[in-house]
């Protein structure tokens, strides 16, 4: 595995790459970091989606298998700006809402696999990023999709 990293607006990221695969972003810089051309767009990528020149990557990802995959699928086809929720992400993953939930909890691709695009019907829901719900907040209002 090979790891690159970057501070953005959100704070430290990093990504991880095996295989020729995205398998990982990180909240925090990498102790010792590599260089791929993956590595190197990936993160270009990030800086552009940062600065609001990007809004949908365009990166080989690792999406898993079974109902993560599914589930990631999903949550990847959420347009920059807009959010679902875990019982639409649900219907369109063909799970149960609570399975949804554990899915987006699992995903080791934030930001490239939007799971703070996903929200509760008449909550929030969480976020596994430093900060919590607050970063989830805080991408959201980057994106537009939320206007507190």
């Not at 102790?31 to 270009?44: D, M, N, R």
């Not at 990166?59 to 993560?68: E, H, K, M």
Request: charged share 20%; proline share 7%.
């Amino acid at each position: 595995m090979i790891r690159a990293g970057i501070t953005g607006p959100f704070g430290p990221v990093s990504l991880v790459e095996r295989d020729g695969l995205l398998v990982a972003l990180d909240w925090r810089l990498p102790e010792v970091a590599g260089e791929s051309a993956l590595l190197s767009e990936g993160l270009a990528q990030l800086e552009a989606y940062f600065a609001g020149r990007l809004r949908r990557f365009d990166l080989p990802l690792d999406w898993g298998t079974g109902l993560n995959a599914a589930v990631r699928r999903a949550m990847a086809e959420i347009p920059m700006g807009e959010t679902r929720t875990y019982g639409q992400i649900a219907k369109v993953a063909g799970a149960p809402a609570q399975a949804v939930g554990q899915a987006c909890g699992a995903n080791p691709l934030p930001i490239l696999i939007p799971c703070h695009r996903v929200t509760g019907t008449d909550w929030f829901g969480g976020f596994s990023a430093p900060g919590g719900v607050e970063t989830k907040a805080a991408l959201l209002r980057h994106e537009g999709a939320l206007l507190l």
